[in-house]
């Protein structure tokens, strides 16, 4: 039953790398074939058992853990060439917002909190100005619907302004009071934030997913 169920004939792209050594470099992808055509895609072909080929559009690229500011820059270009090469329907970016300036595990770590503080980190409206222009970017990608999951760091910045922390955090208070009433009101604080506060307008469409939403 599982055999039936779950398996499907598929293979291995090995690319051996030419300037990092093809003896030693290579990068792999994995492909599924059709049940009852054979065909098989590829990045943007699909690929027919007569070997023809024709374009091929993704449904959806998903980046999980984005984690603005611990962003590595190079996996961020990667993403940017596979969306490039892809041209999906849908982007999905899920823990955006890193929440290094609130995050609640960090609150009675005197000396965590006194290194954030001497590095500049401890700044709310910075880090939510920073997802702001990191979004102004993607936004540029070459797809059609962005899709804003809620994850557990967009989590982070509901609990502090939950907590009511913010009152004893006088250089978070004005906008934390800002944020606090758009919770009142039934918003989302951080889609509040880039929308209400930072003016995000785009002509691509977004969808800022609840925490229970498909």
Same mark, same amino acid.
């Given at each position: 039953?599982m055999?039936?169920?779950?398996?499907?004939?598929?293979? $291995?792209?090995?690319?051996?790398?030419e300037e990092?050594?093809p003896e030693? *470099? *290579?990068?792999?992808?994995?492909v599924?074939?059709?049940?009852?055509? @054979?065909?098989?895609?590829?990045?943007?072909?699909?690929?027919? &058992?007569?070997?023809?080929?024709?374009?091929?559009k993704?449904?959806?690229?998903?980046? &999980?853990?984005?984690?603005?500011?611990?962003?590595?820059?190079?996996?961020?270009?990667?993403?940017?060439?596979?969306?490039s090469?892809v041209?999906?329907?849908?982007?999905s970016?899920e823990? *955006?917002?890193?929440?290094?300036?609130?995050?609640?595990?960090?609150?009675?770590?005197m000396l965590?909190?006194?290194?954030?503080?001497?590095? @500049?980190?401890?700044l709310?409206?910075?880090?939510l100005?920073?997802?702001?222009?990191e979004?102004?970017?993607i936004?540029?990608w070459? *797809?059609d619907?962005?899709?804003m999951?809620?994850?557990?760091?967009e989590?982070?910045l509901?609990?502090?302004?939950?907590?009511?922390?913010?009152?004893?955090d006088?250089?978070?208070?004005?906008i934390?009071?800002?944020?606090?009433?758009?919770?009142?009101?039934?918003?989302?604080?951080?889609?509040?934030?880039?929308?209400?506060?930072f003016?995000?307008?785009?002509?691509?469409?977004i $969808?800022?997913?609840k925490?229970?939403?498909?």
């Amino acid at each position: 039953y599982m055999a039936k169920h779950d398996h499907v004939l598929g293979g $291995i792209i090995l690319e051996l790398d030419e300037e990092l050594g093809p003896e030693t *470099f *290579f990068h792999f992808r994995q492909v599924q074939f059709e049940p009852k055509s @054979g065909a098989f895609i590829d990045l943007d072909t699909k690929y027919f &058992p007569d070997g023809s080929t024709k374009p091929s559009k993704a449904r959806i690229v998903k980046v &999980p853990d984005y984690h603005v500011s611990e962003t590595d820059p190079v996996a961020k270009n990667a993403w940017k060439e596979i969306v490039s090469t892809v041209k999906p329907e849908y982007l999905s970016l899920e823990d *955006f917002f890193n929440g290094t300036s609130i995050n609640h595990h960090d609150q009675s770590k005197m000396l965590t909190l006194a290194k954030k503080a001497k590095e @500049g980190k401890l700044l709310l409206r910075d880090e939510l100005e920073e997802c702001f222009n990191e979004l102004q970017d993607i936004l540029t990608w070459d *797809f059609d619907t962005l899709i804003m999951i809620y994850g557990n760091h967009e989590d982070f910045l509901y609990r502090y302004l939950d907590s009511g922390i913010y009152v004893k955090d006088p250089h978070n208070k004005e906008i934390s009071l800002e944020l606090a009433q758009a919770v009142l009101k039934g918003k989302n604080p951080f889609q509040y934030a880039m929308e209400e506060i930072f003016g995000l307008k785009s002509e691509k469409k977004i $969808i800022w997913l609840k925490e229970d939403d498909s």
